[in-house]
Nanobody, 113 residues
Framework: QVQLVESGGGSVQAGASLRLSCAAS????????MGWYRQAPGKQRELVAT???????NYADSVKGRFTISRDNTKNTLYLQMNSLKPEDTAVYYC???????WGQGTQVTVSS
């Protein structure tokens, strides 16, 4: 059984930075593609970024140039570095093993103007 636990969310002002972490249990972390998603109030969950086992990344247009997804396979941990945060980045952020039903519980990010 795989468990994903996010941390690092919080309340910040526009322009600030946060780094989210997603700690994974189990032995498959290093071989799977991981993703960060977010869901704002009243909106559908959307894909923010993905990273393959080899480190190839993709980003939603809304976060390109501001967010960086990375992973440390030795620590079974996924990261999302978020810079130049905007109020529209306010959401619950989730990590996921792509193409699976394994999701974290989410961490709240609130950005005030």
């Amino acid at each position: 059984q795989v468990q994903l636990v996010e941390s690092g969310g919080g309340s910040v002002q526009a322009g600030a930075s946060l780094r989210l972490s997603c700690a994974a249990s189990g032995s498959i972390f290093s071989i799977v593609t991981m993703g960060w998603y977010r869901q704002a109030p009243g909106k559908q969950r959307e894909l923010v970024a993905t990273i393959t086992s080899g480190g190839s990344t993709n980003y939603a247009d809304s976060v390109k140039g501001r967010f960086t997804i990375s992973r440390d396979n030795t620590k079974n941990t996924l990261y999302l570095q978020m810079n130049s945060l905007k109020p529209e980045d306010t959401a619950v952020y989730y990590c996921r093993i792509q193409h699976s039903n394994y999701w974290g519980q989410g961490t709240q990010v609130t950005v005030s103007s």
